[in-house]
Nanobody
Framework: VQLQASGGGLVQAGGSLRLSCAASGLTFSSYAMGWFRQAPGKERELVAAISRSGRSATYYADSVKGRFTISRDNAKNTIYLQMNSLKPEDTAVYYC?????????????????????WGAGTQVTVSS
């Protein structure tokens, strides 16, 4: 199984980035998917999550609600994270992860140690 995240980079505050995560080697539609981030010296935290179909449910951390949008294309085995109005506090390594067990109604309960597969991460740096 491989999850390949891309799209990170350096952007000024107020700018936008779109992250992608391409999955292979798994039945993609059987997995809820999440985007996590980890800033230096901080724990890895769930940023956004999406249900298996992409139609039934999404979850956003309060810190990104209204600015970030998660989506998925099961035909392309890919999820996306559109990040708008970026802030310096969004600076972190962003990881995509796959979860076979968490039901759609409990996406906010995703925890790092409960995920089945991880991508390698992509750095997002927001300058002030």
């Amino acid at each position: 199984v491989q999850l390949q995240a891309s799209g990170g980079g350096l952007v000024q505050a107020g700018g936008s980035l779109r992250l992608s995560c391409a999955a292979s080697g798994l039945t993609f539609s059987s997995y809820a998917m999440g985007w996590f981030r980890q800033a230096p010296g901080k724990e890895r935290e769930l940023v956004a999550a999406i249900s298996r179909s992409g139609r039934s449910a999404t979850y956003y951390a309060d810190s990104v609600k209204g600015r970030f949008t998660i989506s998925r294309d099961n035909a392309k085995n890919t999820i996306y994270l559109q990040m708008n109005s970026l802030k310096p506090e969004d600076t972190a390594v962003y990881y995509c992860a796959a979860d076979r067990r968490t039901p759609s109604q409990a996406l906010g309960a995703m925890k790092p140690d409960g995920m089945d597969y991880w991508g390698a991460g992509t750095q997002v740096t927001v300058s002030s």
